[in-house]
């Protein structure tokens, strides 16, 4: 995937969602009352990180210079 298009995915995965799977996350938390605490911990763990894993490969090298711009130097 090129650089531009990366950059574009990523700000469209931060701004739109992210804050949709927060609030499919706090949903899924709102039924935690009835986990055992064991379960609960392990569920926030796995969607406290969880989301990072599937998107890596999209924010990887976002904050570089893009590599597919000519070098006019």
Known sequence: MR??????L???VLVVGLPAYIVVAATIM??????PLAL???TYIV???GWVFPLKRVFIGI????PD?????
């Open 47 to 49: 969607l406290g990180i």
């Open 30 to 35: 709102s039924q935690a009352s009835r986990f």
């Open 10 to 12: 990523a700000l469209f």
């Open 69 to 73: 711009a000519e070098n006019d130097q």
């Open 63 to 66: 904050g570089q210079v893009d």
């Open 40 to 42: 609960e911990l392990l």
């Open 3 to 8: 650089y531009k298009a990366r950059k574009r």
